[in-house]
């Protein structure tokens, strides 16, 4: 009878803190459910935000950078006086001075080290400069966005995505545990 008694008082006091707990959950419950469904439609994903201020940077300086690429392109292409074109010049120079010695054997090899790293970073000033172009739509798409995460993290007092997505996942167990909280009263 005492083993009983004391299963039902441990269980009767579990259930009234159930009830206890249940009555605050519900006055918590709407405002949970909203924020919960804010970060939801947020479609929270780790690393967006840096993703997205780098590309609003480019978008919002397009103009500039366009023209610090063509700015580059010409350096290092100009006919007469590009990098290339002057890294080619002192290649062919060390290429014949190589058969005299091997010091300068030496300083051709770094030469044409360089030409091909600098002709690689031609080719992708070149690839960026096709890929780069104005686009207004995008742009406010991502200022919104940018928009939005920021006061999200600044309405949950966090500095990153990942602590957003932390409370959402917290969020949602509380919001789960307060709907299923009847049927758990139930069967206590």
């Avoid at 770094?110 to 960026?128: G, K, N, P, T």
Wanted: proline share 1%.
């Amino acid at each position: 009878y005492k083993t009983e008694l004391k299963a039902y008082k441990t269980l009767n006091k579990e259930l009234q803190e159930l009830l206890n707990f249940q009555s605050e959950a519900i006055k918590e419950h709407d405002y949970n459910s909203f924020l919960l469904h804010e970060l939801t439609e947020a479609n929270l994903v780790a690393g967006e935000l840096e993703i997205l201020e780098e590309e609003y940077e480019t978008l919002n300086n397009i103009e500039g950078i366009k023209e610090k690429l063509s700015e580059a392109y010409q350096l290092l292409n100009e006919e007469h006086v590009g990098i290339l074109s002057a890294l080619t010049s002192l290649k062919n120079t060390f290429q014949k001075l190589s058969t005299f010695s091997s010091k300068y054997e030496d300083l051709f090899n770094r030469v044409d080290s360089s030409l091909i790293e600098m002709d690689d970073v031609y080719a992708e000033v070149d690839v960026l400069q096709e890929n780069l172009e104005a686009d207004p739509n995008r742009l406010a798409v991502v200022d919104a966005k940018l928009r939005l995460l920021h006061n999200l993290m600044q309405k949950h007092a966090v500095i990153s995505i990942s602590e957003l997505i932390e409370i959402k996942s917290q969020l949602e167990e509380k919001v789960s545990f307060t709907e299923n909280l009847d049927s758990t009263i139930e069967k206590k």
